[in-house]
């Protein structure tokens, strides 16, 4: 089973500030990558994903995360941070089955 | 717009009822659904995953006789609460993957027992 690592269980930040949220997954092989972000009482929607090709993902509201293989990392960065975008984020690791598994997530509060 | 739906988002029912929650999944086929709980502030834990056709495997600990899931057709699981407790209160999310491996997931459904 894979393991994913979310280091920061709260993050605190300054409007207009920039963000990093971090991910570490255990698996060695072939993966595939996300963050998921998720508002109160709601499902998660996908931020961005990793597949393959480019390591530098960008996804929607400014985000963007870089895959680095050699220290099995997955961060999550935004240069500018919204009050919008205060939510709770998930970081995922998806092996070659269909099977999802999930950080313990970083909870955002942005800061007027 | 959302590619799985999920109802209802919220229940309240009373204790020793049962409780069915829908997942669909609206423009595409999908043979396997997963079912997830997730308790306040925390991440969220696989329980079941739904095969359509055949049974659900259900990870350990939880109750399969409790957690009834049925995967009748290609775009319909559902997940059904039996003679619900206040410790069953809590978020379930249901997902289901799409070619590409990207997974979709409902909009959840806020479960209180009463």
């Known amino acids: 089973a894979q393991s994913v690592t979310q280091l920061d269980s709260q993050v605190p930040v300054f409007e207009e500030a920039p963000v990093e949220l971090r991910c570490n997954y255990s698996?060695?092989?072939?993966?595939?990558l996300f963050w998921y972000v998720q508002y109160p009482n709601q499902g998660l929607q996908l931020l961005l994903k990793?597949?393959?090709?480019?390591?530098l993902v960008k996804g929607i509201n400014g985000f963007e995360a870089e895959f680095n293989k050699s220290q099995t990392s997955f961060h999550l960065r935004k240069p500018s941070v919204h009050i919008s975008d205060t939510a709770e984020y998930f970081c995922?690791?998806?092996?070659?089955?269909?099977?999802?598994?999930f950080g313990t997530g970083t909870s955002l509060t942005v800061i007027p | 717009g959302a590619v799985v739906s999920q109802h209802p988002s919220w229940v309240i029912c009373k204790s020793g009822t049962s409780v069915k929650i829908e997942c669909r999944s609206l423009?595409?086929?999908?043979?396997?659904m997963f079912w997830y709980r997730q308790f306040p502030k925390q991440s969220l834990m696989l329980m079941a995953t739904?095969?359509?056709?055949?049974?659900?495997?259900?990870e350990q600990g939880v109750e399969k006789d409790k957690f009834l899931i049925n995967h009748a057709s290609l775009t319909l699981s559902t997940l059904t609460v039996t003679s619900a407790h206040p410790e069953d209160s809590s978020f379930y999310i249901c997902?289901?993957?799409?070619?590409?491996?990207?997974?979709?997931f409902g909009q959840g459904t806020r479960l209180t027992v009463v």
């Open positions: 698996s060695s092989v072939s993966v595939y």
């Open positions: 423009d595409f086929q999908a043979t396997t």
């Open positions: 739904s095969n359509e056709g055949s049974k659900a495997t259900y």
């Open positions: 990793y597949l393959s090709g480019s390591t």
């Open positions: 995922a690791v998806k092996d070659t089955g269909n099977q999802f598994y």
């Open positions: 997902s289901a993957p799409r070619q590409g491996a990207e997974a979709f």
